[in-house]
Antibody, heavy 118, light 111 residues
Framework: DVQLVESGGGLIQPGGSLRLSCAASGLTVSTNYMSWVRQAPGKGLEWVSV???????YYADAVKGRFTISRDNSKNTLYLQMNSLRAEDSAVYYC????????????WGQGTLVTVSS | NFMLTQPHSVSESPGKTVTISCTRN????????VQWYQQRPGSAPTTVIQEDNQRPSGVPDRFSGSIDSSSNSASLSISGLKTEDEADYYC??????????FGGGTKLTVL
C-alpha cells in the first residue's frame, strides 16, 4: 500500500524558513510525479508545486521564487523548502502522488500544518 | 492560466440526486481532463472521478462525471444521496504551463 507521511510543519515567524518532508512507502518518489498541495484554514485546496520524475519543477505563482521542491532518492523522500514565509502561507500542506502523465492526484498524505505568525 | 468556478454550497435530501458544476473561464473544458475530489472534515481529499468521467475502483456508481462543451463546464452528479456523501467537493484540471488548477470547492449538505 502507498503511504505518504508529511512532517516538518510548525509555528514560524514571518520572513522565516521551514522545510517540509514527505516520506514515501509503497512507491518510488524518483519515478513518480510528486506534488505539494496546501489548504489554508477553512479554505479550499491550492496546488503549490510539482516535481516530475525527470527532474523538472513547476510552481504556483504565489510561491515561485520562495519555495523549492526537491527529493532525496536514497531516502525516498520529497521536500518543500519554504523561505520568506508570509502569513498567507499558513495552511495544511499535503504531499500527493500524481497518476503519471495524467495530472491528477492519486494518493495523498495526511498533511502537516504550517502557521506563520509573530 | 484559467480558473474553475464552483457553487459555494449545495444541499439536497437523502435519496435524491445532486449535481455540482465546475465552469472554466477561458479555454475549452475539453482541452484537459477534469477530476473531482471528495474531502470530509479533518481528512485528506480522495478521488471520486478522474479523467472527466472515470470512477476509481471502490467509488460507488452513484458518482458520475461529465463535461459540457456548450457551457464549458464539468459536472459531478451523485444519485441516491446518503448522509455519508456530505463533504466538500473540488474539481481540478491543469493548464499548458504544467500548473494544476483547483476549483474553489462546494460544500454538499445532505439534509
Amino acid at each position: 500500500d502507498v503511504q505518504l507521511v508529511e512532517s516538518g510543519g510548525g509555528l514560524i515567524q514571518p520572513g522565516g524558513s521551514l522545510r517540509l518532508s514527505c516520506a514515501a512507502s509503497g512507491l518510488t518518489v524518483s519515478t513518480n510525479y510528486m506534488s505539494w498541495v496546501r489548504q489554508a484554514p477553512g479554505k479550499g485546496l491550492e496546488w503549490v508545486s510539482v516535481l516530475y520524475s525527470g527532474g523538472s519543477t513547476y510552481y504556483a505563482d504565489a510561491v515561485k521564487g520562495r519555495f523549492t521542491i526537491s527529493r532525496d532518492n536514497s531516502k525516498n523522500t520529497l521536500y518543500l523548502q519554504m523561505n520568506s514565509l508570509r502569513a498567507e502561507d499558513s495552511a495544511v500542506y499535503y504531499c500527493a502522488r500524481e497518476r503519471r502523465l495524467k495530472y491528477f492526484f492519486e494518493n495523498w498524505g495526511q498533511g502537516t500544518l504550517v502557521t506563520v505568525s509573530s | 492560466n484559467f480558473m474553475l468556478t464552483q457553487p459555494h454550497s449545495v444541499s439536497e435530501s437523502p435519496g435524491k440526486t445532486v449535481t455540482i458544476s465546475c465552469t472554466r473561464n477561458s479555454g475549452s473544458i475539453a482541452s484537459n481532463y477534469v477530476q473531482w475530489y471528495q474531502q470530509r472534515p479533518g481528512s485528506a481529499p480522495t478521488t471520486v472521478i478522474q479523467e472527466d468521467n472515470q470512477r476509481p475502483s471502490g467509488v460507488p456508481d452513484r458518482f458520475s462525471g461529465s463535461i459540457d462543451s456548450s457551457s464549458n463546464s464539468a459536472s459531478l452528479s451523485i444519485s441516491g444521496l446518503k448522509t455519508e456523501d456530505e463533504a466538500d467537493y473540488y474539481c481540478q484540471s491543469y493548464d499548458s504551463s504544467n500548473h494544476r488548477v483547483f476549483g474553489g470547492g462546494t460544500k454538499l449538505t445532505v439534509l
